[in-house]
């Protein structure tokens, strides 16, 4: 089990982290050291918490009303949920990319020019925006029509725009939430290229439900699983998480193995449940932005 000894340079780092959405604790106790410019994957059946813990990497889980926090989130050792932190600011360190692509219903140059100006970009934007692309591996797909909607891309070129987009802001990591769940196999292929290309550079965090995908991308891999409460509810927790050749050829906990080698029946998989829809619809926006700016900006079509 990877632990506080073994990762020496953890650029995020959770201790004791119970996450409660109203009375509800919904994941518990997790302790997990994300060392800088690794692939982490997340894996674990439904509604065991994992795009719960993710979230709480960049404080998304702010825009959940019901959502609270017990124990301690910290990104290079600052405590992400002390007074002094704006969480507009952490978002643009520690940027995110959602399971369904949501490009702004702006051109693809905009697409990329918005977020970096709100973070007070004052250099060349059509450099940024051209390098951004191209670090995303969509420059040759669009060079000729960086004025056309990112909206008419592919979904999986919109994915790739997205992915640009959270990258033009220079992020330290970038949190990825089954970003290649609503793309074909192609385009997953080409994801998980970027993967292996982003990585050099940032930390990336990335839930997936597909076991060949963690394997492929991850450096390390965290299983999560959830357990029944005394109330009739469920709990996520952290059950194990290694080096990703550990995880899949030889695990320490017999449920992890069941689990990678799809041997994970009805005594593991506790309830699928319909999982509240997040994000919310402008959850893009408010990403970037407060809530009071979000809602003038939605108002103007953004
Ligand atoms: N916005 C929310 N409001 C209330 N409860 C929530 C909310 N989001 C998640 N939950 C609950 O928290 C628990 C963990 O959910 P989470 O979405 O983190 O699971 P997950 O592992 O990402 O699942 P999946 O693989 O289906 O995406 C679930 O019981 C879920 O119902
Ligand atoms: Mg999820």
């Known amino acids: ?19 409660y959405y109203g009375s509800n604790l919904a994941v518990r106790d997790v302790n997990l050291d994300i060392p800088e410019k690794k692939a982490i994957a997340f894996i674990g059946p439904s509604g ?13 889980n702010d825009l959940v009303k019901s959502a609270k926090i017990e124990g301690k989130v910290t990104f290079r050792g600052q405590d992400i949920y002390g007074n002094s932190v704006n969480p507009i600011g952490l978002r643009s360190r520690i940027g995110m990319v959602f399971q369904k692509p ?13 977020g970096a100006r709100l973070n007070g970009y004052i250099g060349d934007m059509d450099q940024l925006v051209e390098e951004s692309l191209r670090k995303a591996v969509l420059w040759d797909d669009v060079k000729g029509k960086l004025k056309e909607s990112g909206l008419a891309l592919s979904g999986g070129q919109q994915q790739r725009l997205c992915i640009a987009r959270a990258i033009a802001v220079k992020p330290e990591v970038v949190l990825m939430d089954e970003p290649c769940a609503a793309l074909d196999p192609i385009s997953t292929i080409k994801i998980e290229e970027l ?12 839930v997936t439900h597909n076991m060949q995908q963690a394997s492929r991308v991850s450096d390390l891999t965290a299983f999560y699983n959830a357990e029944p409460t005394p109330k009739g509810g469920k709990v996520g927790y952290l059950v194990e998480y290694d080096r990703t050749e550990v995880i899949f050829q030889n695990p320490a906990q017999e449920s992890t193995r069941d689990y990678v080698s799809g041997r994970f029946g009805a005594n593991y998989l506790i309830f699928r449940e319909k999982v509240p829809k997040f994000p919310p619809d402008h959850c ?3 990403y970037f932005l407060s809530s009071k700016r979000s809602k003038s900006l939605t108002q103007q079509g953004f």
């Open 284 to 286: 893009h926006i408010q």
């Open 48 to 60: 065991c918490g994992k795009s719960t813990v993710l979230r709480c990497f960049n404080r998304m």
């Open 1 to 19: 089990m990877y632990s506080t000894d073994v990762v020496t340079d953890a650029v995020l780092r959770t201790k004791n982290l119970n996450v």
């Open 102 to 114: 949501n490009p702004f219903p702006k051109s693809i140059y905009e697409n990329i020019a918005f």
């Open 195 to 206: 993967i292996h290309e982003l990585k050099t550079q940032y930390t990336i965090v990335i």
